[in-house]
């Protein structure tokens, strides 16, 4: 079964408009943190935001915010006021538990954003 | 650059041959994880250190795949007798000791197999 599903294969944004992508993760552990990551078409991995199981607000970096509904398994993430520069591969992450495999992250298929001026 | 650092950054190869990939980390994490990510898709884990110690290893590193951290401090990964479905990006990412949330990823290498 499939642990994070990213459901929207590509969304288009006018510049200086806010944009959702989609997150919803599947995992029996009570203890876990949800990431999105960016990868412009240069290829390196870009943290952006993250978020944990227990924290009870939602976390949120400059323009990035992280939607978390828990009940919901969903774990969107909301850019404000789009730019440019933010077009890219977008990839929401999980961290499950604790133990051996503290660390290691499981990520979704990706959502092409396309922001256009 | 205090970041991770990967080398080479591009790797091109003939079929059957091996290949190693090097991965340096921020010099205090002592934890280091190697992905996989094909076109379109998202990064799969492979293998992870902490330390010098290899504590999990994916169903996907084959036995044809092999790495290594020796003194804990910069990693390798090697593959024999490349398979064309072995092009790919191969990525290496730190994370800190104690509660810090966030992998470091370098700029990942990337193999094509002819």
């Known amino acids: 079964a499939q642990k994070i599903t990213q459901t929207q294969p590509g969304m288009f944004v006018q510049e200086k408009e806010a944009v959702t992508l989609d997150c919803t993760y599947d995992t029996s552990d009570q203890s876990y943190g949800l990431f999105w990551y960016k990868q412009p078409s240069s290829g390196e991995m870009i943290f952006l935001i993250y978020?944990?199981?227990?924290?009870?607000q939602n976390a949120t970096e400059g323009r990035y915010s992280l939607n978390f509904q828990k009940a919901r398994k969903s774990a969107n993430l909301v850019i404000s006021a789009s730019q440019l520069g933010d077009s890219a591969m977008y990839f929401c992450a999980m961290r499950e538990g604790e133990g051996t495999s503290y660390g290691k992250l499981t990520f979704g298929q990706g959502t092409i954003l396309t922001v256009h001026p | 650059d205090t970041g991770v650092s990967q080398d080479p950054r591009h790797k091109i190869t003939k079929r059957g041959q091996n290949v190693t990939f090097r991965c340096d980390p921020i010099s205090e994490h002592n934890r280091l994880y190697w992905y996989r990510q094909t076109l379109g898709q998202g990064p799969e884990f492979l293998t992870y250190?902490?330390?010098?110690?290899?504590?999990?290893k994916s169903r996907l590193l084959s036995d044809r795949f092999s790495a290594e951290r020796p003194k804990g401090s910069f990693s390798t990964l090697e593959i024999q007798r490349t398979e064309q479905g072995d092009s790919a990006m191969y990525l290496c990412a730190t994370l800190s000791g104690g509660h810090n949330n966030e992998q470091f990823f370098g700029p990942g290498t990337r193999l094509t197999v002819l």
């Open positions: 250190f902490q330390n010098e110690a290899q504590l999990e």
């Open positions: 978020q944990g199981s227990y924290d009870e």
